[in-house]
């Protein structure tokens, strides 16, 4: 998936426990995108963001959830006190600066995935 | 607000058998349409952009198709090996993916 990676693969957390998740994108890419999956359901917005600016947090749960794509470094989505709602898998896209400026370039690499199972 | 839906939910299909899948969507101000490929516990796998109405793209026996109002992708001579999920996605002015809920195909030999 042309170079999005995302650690970990699986992560198990009990509830009230805190999860992060690490999203790298395509060297050269400054645009993140999170979206959640559950079990036979489609991919769900949570976040978008650019280098330190976070763009659309709409889909993001306001409490427990938070999200950040620092200077130097991978983006991170990170979930407090875990629940067994949260248990689904989180995947991450990059995209890179569009010159039309306005937000997405002709394509988006997904990740594989991190998969949170809340036990 | 920017709404995908998928049809069929799943279908099944024999090998060399051609058929189409599709993909509705409404959006405010339509930049692209997405189509992607996901196998079970993998990410989604970019196929195609579109970007307005009558054009067209393909990739081996893939062929994407769009309108004002919806998408078709239509698959010929399928194989075994192109069983997944199929998902639609698009892009308006919000700046973000919006997904429908897919459409998981089988081809059997």
């Known amino acids: 998936n042309a170079g999005v990676m995302q650690n970990p693969r699986h992560l198990v957390r009990r509830r009230g426990q805190e999860a992060r998740l690490r999203c790298s994108p395509v060297?050269?890419?400054?645009?993140v995108y999170w979206y959640r999956q559950l079990p036979e359901e489609g991919l769900k917005f949570m976040v978008y963001l650019q280098k330190e600016n976070i763009i659309d947090e709409s889909g993001m749960p306001k409490e427990r959830f938070s999200a950040e794509f620092p200077k130097e470094g991978p983006s991170i989505l990170r979930i407090q006190q875990v629940v067994r709602g949260d248990s689904a898998a989180y995947f991450c896209?990059?995209?890179?600066?569009?010159?039309?400026?306005?937000?997405?370039?002709?394509?988006?690499?997904f990740g594989q995935g991190t998969r949170l199972t809340v036990v | 607000e920017d709404q995908v839906t998928q049809s069929p939910e799943a279908l099944r299909l024999q090998e060399g058998e051609s058929s189409s899948l599709n993909c509705s969507y409404t959006v405010s101000g339509l930049r692209g349409l997405f189509w992607y490929r996901q196998d079970p516990g993998k990410g989604p796998e970019f196929l195609f952009t579109l970007y307005s109405a009558g054009e067209e793209k393909e990739k081996e026996r893939l062929k994407a198709t769009l309108t004002k109002k919806e998408s078709f992708l239509h698959i010929t001579a399928p194989k075994p090996e192109d069983s997944a999920t199929y998902l639609c996605a698009v892009w308006g002015n919000t700046g973000k993916l919006i997904f429908g809920q897919g459409t998981t195909l089988q081809v059997k030999p």
């Open positions: 060297k050269g890419h400054s645009h």
């Open positions: 896209a990059s995209s890179p600066r569009d010159s039309r400026g306005i937000g997405m370039n002709t394509e988006a690499f």
